[in-house]
Structure formats: structure tokens, C-alpha cells
């Protein structure tokens, strides 16, 4: 999957600072909720074999019903998700399964994205059939990530 850079321009149209992007209200936070909750109704989907509002669901035994409030805490601070849930309870999400409450390693999950992109600064391992364990890691002097590390809060 590639990346979409006007998607990118649009969700970053009103980016001022790292604050908008990592802080307590910002993008990373919103984007990590938008992406889980997509992401668990699509696994509700599959468990129950059928479209949201689709007819085949009708008569079936098992139905959508509503969602729960889930906070999560990771590396990114804490989010507030709604799980989807289904009639008959037996609804396990993969992404989030019932009774977690971290969400660990988001920010590698990201950092490993950035790291494999074609965007890169530096060469890609595939690019030269070297194994992937020879890459240059992102390290915290990364020049894209000096702003970033310069306003985030030490860890606790």
C-alpha cells in the first residue's frame, strides 16, 4: 500500500506544530481512535458474515448491537474507543481483544512505517536485496524527528 500524498496534505491542512500532531488533542490520538474503531467494525463485519444494513442479516440470530466505551493506554497516551458488539456477545476484537488496556508499540508500528517508506531518506534494504536487519534504524536523532522528540514528554 502506497501513501496517498494529498490525503496527507488534507489531513495535515491545519498543521501549525507538533502539538497539533502529537499533543493531548492531536492527529496521532485521533487518527490511532479513527483507525481502531474502523478497524474493529470491519472485524464485526467478518464475524457476522454481512454488511451493516445488508438484508442477509435479517433473520440471522446474530445482529449488530450498538458499541461499549474502551480507554486504551499506550505510547500515545490514553484514547477513548467505543468497541462495537453483537446480539449474541461472542464478538472478540482482534485488535483490541476484551479486558486489554495497553495498546503497546503503536509508535514502532509507526516508526517501522516510516522507516520501510519510499519516501525515506536513505535507501531502502529491498531495494538492494540486503537483509532488512542491516537498515539504519530511526534513531532519536533522526533528522525528521527532532521536532517531534523535542516537545514530547519524557516518558514515566
Request: glycine share 8%; proline share 10%; no cysteine.
Amino acid at each position: 500500500m502506497g501513501t496517498d500524498k494529498e490525503l496527507i496534505d488534507k489531513i495535515l491542512g491545519d498543521y501549525k506544530g507538533p502539538e497539533d500532531l502529537i499533543g493531548e488533542q492531536g492527529l496521532l490520538k485521533e487518527l490511532t481512535r479513527a483507525l481502531l474503531e474502523h478497524a474493529m467494525h470491519a472485524e464485526l463485519t467478518h464475524h457476522l458474515g454481512y454488511e451493516k444494513h445488508a438484508p442477509d442479516g435479517k433473520g440471522s440470530g446474530n445482529s449488530r448491537d450498538g458499541t461499549s466505551a474502551k480507554t486504551l493506554k499506550g505510547d500515545f497516551g490514553e484514547v477513548e474507543i467505543e468497541v462495537p458488539r453483537d446480539r449474541q456477545g461472542n464478538f472478540e476484537p482482534k485488535i483490541a481483544p476484551r479486558h486489554q488496556r495497553r495498546f503497546n508499540g503503536f509508535d514502532d508500528k509507526i516508526l517501522s512505517m516510516v522507516r520501510d517508506s519510499p519516501e525515506a531518506p536513505w535507501p531502502r534494504a529491498s531495494t538492494y536485496d540486503i537483509p532488512s536487519l542491516v537498515r539504519p534504524p530511526i534513531t532519536m536523532s533522526s533528522p525528521m524527528l527532532v521536532p517531534f522528540i523535542m516537545t514530547r514528554p519524557a516518558p514515566i
